[in-house]
């Protein structure tokens, strides 16, 4: 069974800078991306930022410049360096991974940027 689980949330003052982890465990076959989605409250859920397993990031366009995506494909972790931050930011990270025959999500971690 595989199991996702991110962790590094929490309350931070706008400008101020978070780390996200993600780690993927259990029997995975052929990872082809990793990567993070968010919601915030009363919206629907949005891409932030992917990689795949060569390496090749996409991120969403307002978030270019602020935000970055990392892997270590040998431990099956990928990060999300967040700076700037904005109240907009606020909202539940998640993380997603794609494999060749499934999709799985973390439980979310919440981001709450906030004076």
């Known amino acids: 069974q595989v199991q996702v689980v991110e962790s590094g949330g929490g309350l931070v003052q706008p400008g101020g800078s978070l780390r996200l982890s993600c780690a993927a465990s259990g029997r995975i076959l052929g990872i082809n991306t990793m990567g993070w989605y968010r919601q915030a409250p009363g919206k629907e859920r949005e891409a932030v930022a992917v990689?795949?397993?060569?390496?090749?990031?996409n991120y969403a366009d307002s978030l270019k410049g602020r935000f970055t995506i990392s892997r270590d494909n040998a431990k099956n972790m990928v990060y999300l360096q967040m700076n700037s931050l904005k109240p907009e930011d606020t909202g539940v990270y998640f993380c997603n991974l794609r494999t060749m025959v499934n999709v799985y999500w973390g439980q979310g971690t919440q981001v709450t940027v906030s004076s």
């Open positions: 990689m795949t397993s060569g390496g090749i990031a």
